[in-house]
């Protein structure tokens, strides 16, 4: 059941707009623990060769979609629902034990927080797995309001989950800043109506067509993303 709209007061004046925050590779570097959830689920069925690279080809996408093309491409006979439960269940121990937040993400959302400008996240993880994160890094403490794919039609690329976030949020779409770290994401944004402020996780992504879209694209990704530069965009 999606939640209620969330009430949240206007932002003071002079303050940025709405911001809606991809979670993973965006917020929070937890694509190593879902790589190794990934990794020890699929040699649960017998898949022995899946690396890092194989991983990276579904950054940005929803956790259900993955499997369900890597069910497809390595001829796993459990249904999605089985592999989902495990990967889930496998991700919650690694990210419970360990997820770094980027330290200019950090900076940004609680510069944001002051300023008064409302906050979301919207991820294609597990409802479960996103508010388990939030938690361990102290980023609830900043933003209470969180939106899975699993709670809307259809997860990254397509614009549902940015749009539930606007909605949660009170906001117009129009008025939302989102930012993405992955192409998948840029063009959810992109179709939603939104803005987008893209800081690639894989380098090799950087100039994809979504991200060439961006209204604002830190092509070094997390290492020439700065809390103060995105701030100053943002109140521009």
Known sequence: MLEAMTSHPAPRPGAPTHVVFDLDGTLVDSEPNYYEAGRRLLARYGVRDFGWEDHTRFIGIGTRETLTALRAEYGIDAPVDE???GKNALYLELAGASTEVFGQMRALVERLHAAGAPMAVA???SRAAIGAVLAVTGLDAYIPLYVS???????KPEPHVFLEAARRLG???????VLEDAPPGAAAARAAGMRCIAV???AATAFDPAFAAADLLFAGGQSEFTAEAAYAW???
């Open 83 to 85: 592999l989902l439960a």
């Open 123 to 125: 991820s294609g993880s």
């Open 149 to 155: 794919a699993e709670e809307v039609a259809h997860g």
């Open 171 to 177: 906001a117009d779409p129009a008025d939302c800043v």
């Open 200 to 202: 690639p996780y894989v």
């Open 234 to 236: 943002l109140l521009g």
